[in-house]
């Protein structure tokens, strides 16, 4: 069983900064890939960005089209974190914000997804 809380999210003017975080317990969590996904009102949950971390490969980072160059993901596996620096926001980055863990490797699918947060809004003001 793993457990995510995230926090970080709010309101903030188009074209500033957020930086979300989501705290990870459970005592595997290095196994799973950790990442973002949002999802917007009267829209589906897309994926954002994931990380994935192993000992034998390293680590590996995905990011959606729409945020790459804006967004960066990061990973503390020591305090078992996982960030989301988010930059340059645009309105259309408005949307609830969720943590997701995967067992092994990133499908970057919803359905993939083994376990989620609760949710943090964003609201990007233009």
């Known amino acids: 069983q793993v457990q995510l809380v995230e926090s970080g999210g709010g309101l903030v003017q188009a074209g500033g900064s957020l930086r979300l975080s989501c705290a990870a317990s459970?005592?595997?969590?290095?196994?799973?890939?950790m990442g973002w996904f949002r999802q917007a009102p009267g829209k589906e949950r897309e994926f954002v960005a994931a990380?994935?971390?192993?000992?034998?490969?390293?680590?590996?980072?995905y990011y959606a089209d729409s945020v790459k160059g804006r967004f960066t993901i990061s990973r503390d596996n020591a305090k078992n974190t996982v960030y989301l620096q988010m930059n340059s926001l645009k309105s259309e980055d408005t949307a609830v914000y969720y943590c997701a863990a995967e067992l092994g490797s990133a499908s970057r699918r919803p359905e993939g997804v083994d376990y989620w947060g609760q949710g943090t809004q964003v609201t990007v003001s233009s």
């Open positions: 990380k994935t971390w192993s000992a034998w490969s390293g680590t590996s980072t």
């Open positions: 459970g005592r595997t969590v290095s196994l799973y890939a």
